[in-house]
């Protein structure tokens, strides 16, 4: 009789973690991105401290002579369609400091935004990642990437922990206030993504389509964004001329890929971000 119910037992929590797994497959569903839909107009640059005009000014030649060569583009192009090759790892484990300081460029960036930045382990690798490769060789110094939260980048540049921000940075006036930029160098534009099988937005044609829709949602409706991006601006609201949606809820996550896995398993209903990152999250979230 023990071992009757021993059997029957071990054939229930079998069964249990069967309909368990199974469901939470079920949960689990495509994502897609609404690329054609393009909710802001952005431009990307790079965060220099407030008087620093001799990296600006080197960042800014920089910029012109890969733009003029064409060499910015074949970066840009490289990270898009995977063939990029760069990758770099920090030659020390913290950030310079002391004596030794001045011989480093240290550049603040949230290496989780690709194809602008990203990480496997302790190799960085994107856009801005070779580009301040590139600044840091233009002025003789060794590059020391400075990983850290997307919404502590700008203060890391204003106290001088970090020399420049090199993070997928949209230039706005709340942030002029706090640091100088350089030149841009990338448009960008907040999109929107949702779950395959939502309806909410089937019927947009258009931005002022998606923005119609968004506002007759209520607080159940979730929109996850990136804490600190524009993308968190345009959905909650701010200074720079983000009405925001007070209709719904804006949930920030510390990084893009992290909304958009709980958009995938069905724990919000939206994500908006930065167009480029948003197709590659995506993408990884449907494999």
Do not use: W
Not at 108 to 125: C, L, R, V
Not at 164 to 192: C, H, P, W
Not at 264 to 277: C, E, L, M, R, T
């Amino acid at each position: 009789m023990k071992k009757i119910i021993a059997l029957t037992l071990c054939l229930v929590m079998v069964l249990s973690f069967t309909v368990l797994f199974a469901s939470c497959g079920e949960e689990k569903a495509k994502v897609k991105v609404y690329t054609e839909y393009e909710l802001t107009a952005e431009s990307y640059a790079f965060a220099v401290a407030k008087g620093n005009t001799d990296l600006k000014e080197a960042a800014n030649e920089l910029l012109t002579a890969l733009g003029t060569s064409g060499k910015l583009d074949a970066i840009i192009n490289s990270f898009y369609d995977g063939s990029a090759t760069f990758s770099y790892e920090n030659p020390v484990h913290t950030v310079p400091s002391g004596a030794d300081r001045e011989n480093y460029l240290i550049v603040a960036t949230h290496a989780n935004f690709p194809p602008f930045e990203n990480n496997e382990g302790k190799k960085f690798s994107g856009i801005d990642m070779n580009i301040a490769y590139l600044l840091a060789e233009k002025l003789g110094k060794t590059l020391y990437i400075n990983n850290m939260d997307f919404d502590a980048v700008i203060a890391s540049v204003k106290n001088g922990e970090s020399d420049i921000g090199m993070s997928g940075i949209t230039i706005n006036e709340s942030r002029m206030k706090l640091v100088d930029f350089t030149t841009e160098y990338y448009e960008s534009a907040q999109v929107l993504i949702t779950r395959e099988d939502d309806s909410v937005f089937a019927d947009c044609r258009n931005a002022e389509d998606v923005e119609r829709a968004l506002k007759k949602q209520g607080k159940d409706f979730i929109v996850g964004v990136q804490k600190g991006t524009t993308g968190f601006m345009y959905t909650a609201g701010d200074d720079d001329g983000y009405e925001g949606y007070k209709n719904l809820e804006t949930k920030p996550y510390a990084t893009g890929s992290l909304a958009v896995l709980d958009l995938a398993n069905g724990k919000i209903n939206a994500v908006i971000i930065d167009k480029q990152p948003a197709i590659l999250f995506a993408k990884t979230a449907n494999e």
